[in-house]
């Protein structure tokens, strides 16, 4: 199957500070998502990318979608305390619908 | 809240019992999906169903799993005869269509005794 590989698996940062993550998968994908889940609920849809090469905002949320069509990164400025989570990478499988995940990143802010 | 509605949130089973685990779709979506998540993992994706449809459960294990999604009423994952490594979150999403995004609900996180 398509293998999505995320990194760096956790982050420990200072309030303030810029982050950023990747997401690399074995194969080509049409679309990325990036997911964000707080503990006990589930994922939540941050920002979709479905051209190569494309560069989307959600507020302090960036994240591009690589020319190779293999990659994707999201960055995240002047993190805040309730940045805290786990951020998924996630694309379509073959078939075109379900979602193939990567492990996640998990990102700690600290005041 | 018109997001995606499962319950229970949790759900505690002995070995050998039954589990059902409910989802109820995002208002005007009729494109349901179900995922495992275990511990420090991504989710892995389960089954995909439309309205009375099973459209494709290839990442369901052949036995004891099922899935509906009647016209009426919520779409049902049922385990029957549970064992320890059922334990895991288990997350429902919702679509307008299939190559529309999917949004989650909180999840049914279940444990076996």
């Known amino acids: 199957g398509q293998q999505l590989n995320q990194s760096p698996q956790s982050m420990f940062i200072q309030e303030g500070e810029d982050v950023s993550m990747n997401c690399t998968s074995s194969?080509?994908?049409?679309?990325w998502l990036w997911y964000k889940q707080d503990p006990g609920e589930g994922p939540v849809l941050l920002i979709a990318l479905y051209k190569a090469g494309e560069l989307t905002s959600n507020g302090r949320l960036t994240a591009q979608f690589g020319i190779t069509r293999k990659d994707s990164f999201l960055n995240i400025s002047a993190s805040i305390p309730s940045d805290v989570g786990i951020y998924f990478c996630?694309?379509?499988?073959?078939?075109?619908?379900?979602?193939?995940f990567g492990k996640g990143t998990s990102l700690l802010v600290t005041p | 809240n018109a997001g995606v509605m499962q319950n229970p949130r949790h759900l505690v089973r002995r070995r050998g019992q039954e589990a059902r685990l409910r989802c109820s779709p995002m208002k005007g979506h009729s494109h349901v999906y179900w995922y495992r998540q275990l511990p420090e993992e991504g989710l892995k994706f389960m089954v995909y169903?439309?309205?009375?449809?099973?459209?494709?459960e290839s990442g369901m294990p052949k036995e004891r799993f099922s899935a509906e999604f009647p016209k009426e009423g919520p779409s049902i994952l049922r385990i029957q005869q549970v064992v320890r490594g059922d334990s895991a979150a288990y997350f429902c999403?919702?679509?307008?269509?299939?190559?529309?995004?999917?949004?989650f609900g909180d999840g049914t996180r279940l444990s076996i005794l």
């Open positions: 169903l439309q309205k009375e449809n099973i459209i494709d």
């Open positions: 996630a694309g379509p499988t073959n078939s075109g619908y379900a979602l193939n």
């Open positions: 999403a919702s679509s307008t269509g299939e190559n529309q995004p999917q949004h």
């Open positions: 194969s080509i994908f049409n679309t």
